[in-house]
C-alpha cells in the first residue's frame, strides 16, 4: 500500500510496523479514527481448539487498536464454522459438529485476555458470537433481506471462488453463501456497536469488501476495510509452521517453551520484522536491534523470543523458557521444561533407527533430511554427534536421568523417554 501521512495514531502505528495492505478510502478512515475513538472487529472461525501463530498479526492490530484508543470485538465464529471459509482450499472443509464448535470457542476465547482488556467501557473489548444471529434467521428471510444485494456474476470474480473454479475443484452451495454470512457479520455489528472496520488479512478482502458495500448500502452507515500482507519467512515458508506442525498459541497445544523457541530460531532477515509485528517494543529499541550483525542478532532473537513469549503466555513463562534455553544449550543442564516425547521402552529397547526417531519426535521432516543432517554432523544423541542417520538408538542411550538428549545443532533439543 502507498505510504500515507496518518494523522491518527491507530493507522500510524500500524502503517510504520508494517500492518497494511489494503485499506478502501485510507484518508476518510484516518480522520474518522483522529476525530475520536472508532469500533473494529476481526472473526475468528473456530476450526481447532487453539489459534495459531499465523493468527498473530491479527491479533496484535486489536492490541493497537485498543493501545491507541480504540474499541476492539473479538468476533467468533460460531455461526459461520458451521459452513467453512472456502478461500484459498480446494476441498470443502469437514463439517464439525455444534459441540465441537463451541469446545473450540472455548479453547480460543483465553489467549484474547493476554492482549486485550475486556470489560463494558467505551474502549473495551468486547467478545461476541455470529452464531447468535445467523442462526436466527429463517432461510426465506436471509435471500430476501441480503441476497438481493449480491449478484452472481460478482461473486464469480472473487479469488475465494474464481480460483477454485479454475482448478477444477468443486465448491458446494454451502460454501458459495460463506461471503454472504461474513458480510452479514460486519452490517449486524455496524447495527449493534456502530462498528465502522473489518480487519483481516489480505485472503479475505473480497470477504471484507462484501462487508463494506452490504453494510453501507442497508445502514447507510460509513464502513471500510482493512487487510494486512501475507505473511512467508525470508525463506518463503508459511508464517507459523514448522516441522512439527502449527506454533499453537494455547500452552496445553505447544509449551511456552517450544514457542519461546520457534522465535529464537527466526531467521536473520526476519528479526525486525517480527520484533514491528509481534511485539510491542518501541520502534528506535526495533531499529537498534535489527542492526545487529553477525554472532550479535542472537542477541535480537532472544529478545524477540522474550518480547513475543510474554505476550502470549506472561512474563514469567517467557523467563522460564529463556532459562530453561540457556542452561540447555549454553551450560548442558537438562530441564524438566525442556520439550520430552514418550516412546514404548519395547520399541527403544528394539532399537529405533536415528532419523526415524528424529522425524517422530520433531526434529526433522523426514528421514531423508534426518540422514543428510546426521552426515553434515548436526544431529547429537547425548550431545555426541552421530553420523549415521540409521545407527539405532535403543535403552542403552538412556543416561542418568533415565532419557535421551536428542539435539539438532544448537538449535532444538527434544528428550526422548520410555514409557
Known amino acids: 500500500m502507498t505510504e500515507h501521512s496518518f494523522k491518527s495514531e491507530f493507522l500510524r502505528t500500524l502503517q510504520e510496523r508494517g500492518f497494511i495492505h489494503q485499506c478502501t478510502d485510507a484518508e476518510a478512515l484516518d480522520t474518522l479514527a483522529a476525530a475520536g475513538p472508532i469500533t473494529a472487529y476481526i472473526g475468528y472461525d473456530a476450526t481447532a481448539s487453539s489459534l495459531h501463530a499465523g493468527h498473530l498479526v491479527q491479533i496484535m492490530m486489536l492490541y493497537w487498536l485498543q493501545k491507541t484508543g480504540n474499541k476492539p470485538i473479538v468476533l467468533m465464529g460460531g455461526g459461520t464454522t458451521k459452513v467453512g471459509d472456502p478461500t484459498f482450499k480446494d476441498t470443502q472443509r469437514p463439517l464439525l459438529t455444534d459441540e465441537q464448535i463451541q469446545s473450540n470457542m472455548n479453547g480460543i476465547k483465553n489467549v484474547f485476555n493476554n492482549f486485550l482488556t475486556f470489560g463494558d467501557g467505551k474502549t473495551d473489548a468486547v467478545m461476541v458470537n455470529n452464531d447468535d444471529w445467523l442462526s436466527g434467521f429463517g432461510y426465506i428471510e436471509f435471500l430476501r433481506n441480503f441476497g438481493t444485494h449480491f449478484t452472481i456474476n460478482r461473486m464469480l470474480t472473487f479469488d475465494s471462488v474464481k480460483l477454485r473454479l ?42 471484507i ?11 447507510s452507515k460509513a464502513a471500510f476495510g482493512l487487510t494486512t500482507p501475507l505473511l512467508t519467512t525470508a525463506s518463503g515458508a508459511k508464517m507459523g509452521k514448522t516441522v512439527g506442525g502449527a506454533v499453537w498459541l494455547n500452552a496445553d497445544a505447544l509449551s511456552p517453551y517450544d514457542y519461546w523457541q520457534y522465535w529464537r530460531n527466526a531467521e536473520d532477515a526476519d528479526v525486525g520484522k517480527f520484533l514491528r509485528l509481534f511485539t510491542d517494543l518501541p520502534m528506535d529499541e526495533i531499529a537498534r536491534l535489527e542492526k545487529l550483525e553477525g554472532a550479535e542478532i542472537n542477541d535480537a532473537k532472544k529478545i524477540l523470543a522474550d518480547a513475543a513469549t510474554r505476550m502470549v503466555h506472561g512474563a514469567d513463562a517467557a523467563a522460564t523458557a529463556r532459562d530453561t534455553a540457556q542452561k540447555a544449550f549454553e551450560q548442558g543442564i537438562l530441564s524438566a521444561d525442556l520439550p520430552t516425547i514418550e516412546i514404548e521402552a519395547s520399541a527403544l529397547e528394539e532399537g529405533i533407527m ?34 549415521d542417520g540409521n545407527q539405532l538408538v535403543t535403552g542403552a542411550d538412556l543416561n542418568a536421568d533415565g532419557v535421551i538428549k536428542l539435539s539438532q545443532g544448537k538449535k532444538k533439543i527434544v528428550l526422548v523417554k520410555p514409557v
Do not use: H
Open 209 to 219: 469488501i462484501n462487508g463494506v458495500e452490504l453494510t453501507r448500502r442497508i445502514n
Open 166 to 207: 479454475e482448478r477444477e475443484q468443486p465448491m458446494t452451495f454451502l460454501e458459495f453463501n460463506y461471503m454472504l454470512m461474513q458480510a452479514v457479520d460486519f452490517r449486524e455489528l455496524n447495527s449493534k456497536y456502530d462498528c465502522v472496520l473489518q480487519m483481516g488479512g489480505s485472503d479475505q478482502w473480497g470477504n
Open 354 to 387: 536415528l532419523a526415524a526417531l528424529a522425524t517422530r519426535i520433531g526434529l526433522t521432516a523426514s528421514n531423508g533430511e534426518a540422514r543428510r543432517l546426521a552426515q553434515g554432523g548436526g544431529l547429537r544423541v547425548n550431545d555426541v554427534a552421530i553420523n
